[in-house]
Nanobody, 119 residues
Framework: VQLQASGGGLVQAGGSLRLSCSAS????????IGWYRQVPGKQRELVAI???????NYADSVKGRFAVSRGNTKNTVHLQMNSLKPEDTAIYYC??????????????WGQGTQVTVSS
């Protein structure tokens, strides 16, 4: 599975940005796709994820402000980020989980995209 992320950039606090991620390759067995983020010196953390059946899971810090959704194709996912705060500044990584066995999964990561929110 290959993941190609786009979007990101610099925005003022209160503004909006949209990230997009397209998956290619062995996508039929993807069970979850979404976004993580990482600040230098800290662990990578879940932002938002779409799982089988289109169930969603969000970090508490982004609930009500961010929305993850599928694009026009099943293998594309968007992250709409509204009411951005300086603490949302991070490198955002597209993530996908592929089921490779009965109870076996493989994780895939896209290249990071910088999101910077100025105060």
């Amino acid at each position: 599975v290959q993941l190609q992320a786009s979007g990101g950039g610099l925005v003022q606090a209160g503004g909006s940005l949209r990230l997009s991620c397209s998956a290619s390759g062995r996508t039929a067995s993807i069970t979850a796709i979404g976004w993580y983020r990482q600040v230098p010196g800290k662990q990578r953390e879940l932002v938002a994820i779409l799982s089988t059946g289109d169930s969603t899971n969000y970090a508490d810090s982004v609930k009500g402000r961010f929305a993850v959704s599928r694009g026009n194709t099943k293998n594309t996912v968007h992250l709409q980020m509204n009411s951005l705060k300086p603490e949302d500044t991070a490198i955002y990584y597209c993530y996908a989980e592929e089921r490779v066995g009965i109870d076996s999964y493989e994780d895939y990561w896209g290249q990071g995209t910088q999101v910077t929110v100025s105060s």
